[in-house]
């Protein structure tokens, strides 16, 4: 395993700390952890990563630091519902983070239209027209 890439810095934290609160309106607890990537598609090596995670509104998210500044994310619900930005890496913190709470954002926004939709669906399924005597 390689071992030479840098923990998350005190900025680098207070950063994501800030992002969350811009976006959540409170402080937003972080955990540091480590996740064993695949860095390499060419590999089958895993690389132990440091990542911070936290969970908010039912979703939980992960940064990993791959490398010095470069980042990938994602946010998931279990096992087999899991995310990403569309971007495999990132070389700026900021903007890593602020593209995952977008994407987690537009993701719940439209579960919450796929489920009205649905209820609405259901209501007009059921709506026979006007009672005719």
Known sequence: MNATIPDFTETEQNLVSASLFKRYGKLVPLQLADSELQLDVLSEE???C???YWVKRGAQFVVCKVAADH???QFFY???EQYGTGHDEYNSLGDCVVTLLQVQSDHERQLANISSSATQA???DDYLGPLVI
């Open 46 to 48: 895993l690389t132990l």
């Open 71 to 73: 980042y990938r994310c």
């Open 78 to 80: 279990s096992k087999t």
């Open 50 to 52: 440091p990542t911070l």
């Open 122 to 124: 259901k209501i007009d």
